[in-house]
C-alpha cells in the first residue's frame, strides 16, 4: 500500500507564496508520474502540474509561469513551489501518483488565498 501524504497548505494573501510538499512511503521513482490536482469547492478536480520520471513536466494554463513542479527522488518526495498567488487559486490541493496504471491520492491539504 503507497501512502501520499501532503502538507504545506495555510492561508496567505494575493501575491504570495507557499511551498507544498508530498512525501512518499515508496520511492517515487517507481512511479510512472507524480502530479498536483486541486478542487475548489464546487468545481471538478483539475490537474495543476505534472512531472514525470523523466523530468518532463506540464502546467495547466492557469498557473503557467507561477507555479514550479519538483521532485527529489532521495526523499521520495514531490514539491509545488506556487508564487504570485490568486484568490481563484484558492482549493484543496491533492497530490497524485501514476503507477503501473493505478492512480495513488493523497488526503488533500488546504490553500487558501485572501484577496
Known amino acids: 500500500q503507497v501512502q501520499l501524504v501532503e502538507s504545506g497548505g495555510g492561508l496567505v494573501q494575493a501575491g504570495g507564496s507557499l511551498r507544498l510538499s508530498c512525501a512518499a512511503s515508496?520511492?517515487?521513482?517507481?512511479?510512472?508520474?507524480m502530479g498536483w490536482y486541486r478542487q475548489a469547492p464546487g468545481k471538478q478536480r483539475e490537474l495543476v502540474a505534472v512531472?514525470?520520471?523523466?523530468?518532463?513536466?506540464n502546467y495547466a494554463n492557469s498557473v503557467k509561469g507561477r507555479f514550479t513542479i519538483s521532485r527529489d527522488n532521495a526523499k521520495n518526495t514531490v514539491y509545488l513551489q506556487m508564487n504570485s498567488l490568486k484568490p481563484e487559486d484558492t482549493a484543496v490541493y491533492y497530490c497524485?501518483?501514476?503507477?503501473?496504471?493505478?492512480?495513488?491520492w493523497g488526503q488533500g491539504t488546504q490553500v487558501t488565498v485572501s484577496s
Open positions: 497524485n501518483g501514476l503507477k503501473s496504471g493505478y492512480d495513488y
Open positions: 515508496r520511492t517515487i521513482f517507481r512511479f510512472n508520474a
Open positions: 512531472i514525470s520520471n523523466d523530468g518532463s513536466t
